[in-house]
């Protein structure tokens, strides 16, 4: 039999999930409209200086800015768009949220409602754009709690446990979307010439032990005392108590730096930092988002075997108290986000001993 023949593309894999009992037709369909707008959204960024789709968006005053403060980019807000016309009219959506609008877009009356949520960043890791760097686009689906026509912010709060499906699509070298819906993360590459996603890798695994960690070393000096001695002990390598040497990459684009967390192992992590106030504001206690950045990629590392952390606690069992609430995160090789948690607690443990002592 061909190459062609044997390969199982992402409409088939799904088919087979939903014969399994592992999907139902909406959840299904929703999945294929999703990866259907990252393929037009791989042409867009494909296009690069060619499609007069580079710099930033905005109108002649300055460069627009959304509603996390970032200016957005002219592929921001062409994603964004992308992604909210596919999922309107399909009858399989109550609405969508996304990190580019304050509030949540509502199925309009015009068409039928679902009963999934769709939380997406369009275009995540877009300031790299410019410069030819691999972005990509995270979603994450929940179901809508209650009738579908009294859909609000609200109903979105839910803890990244309740997904039943999350994803990213990375715009590489090559196009790859990366899925799960409960049963294992799978790769799927998507051939060009037939326009189709190919399932490339079934059960994808991080590997429990890692010698790579990816953080923004520049924020050092704005750390935590826990986060500061756990990086300290990997900088010390193998002279220090980690007793090995530790090697680092920080791409500045999420997708791609789980993606390779999720390919060969290694930890990610974005910390709390001084400069974002003490902590207890949910909307600064770090800088990636916690509804649709934090738990699908947290979702999509767990169901290969990994772990993802605030540094204290599972990121999936945080209760959201807003749509674009922000969370430190530690996500990976199992072993190593146990090891950066374990600094935390102990510190953590100390600090209350002297308190009590006192
Ligand atoms: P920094 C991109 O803007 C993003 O949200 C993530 O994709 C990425 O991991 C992080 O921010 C990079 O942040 O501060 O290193 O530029």
Redesign the pocket.
Known sequence: MSQASTARSLTRFLIEEKREGRINPDLRLLIEVVARACKTIAVAVGKGALGGVLGDAGTGNGASINVQG?AQKKLDVIANDVLLEANAWGGHLAACASEEMDEPFLIPDAYPRGNYLLLF?PL?????IDVNVSVGTIFSVLVCPGDAQDVDTQSFLQPGTAQVAAGYCIYGPSTMLVLTIGHGTHAFTLDREQGSFVLTQRDMRVPDETREFAV?M??QRHWEAPMQAYVGDLLAGSEGVRGNDFNTR??????A?VHRILTRGGI?I?PWDSRLGTGTDPCKAG??RLMY?ANPMSLLIEQAGGASTNGRERIMDITPTHLHQRVPVFLGSRAEVAMASRYHHEHDMARASRFNDA
């Not at 995540?124 to 790299?128: E, T, V, W, Y």
């Open positions: 970032e960043d995540d890791g877009s300031s790299n923004n520049s924020n920080w791409i500045a684009s999420m997708v730096d990610f974005y800088k990636l950045e």
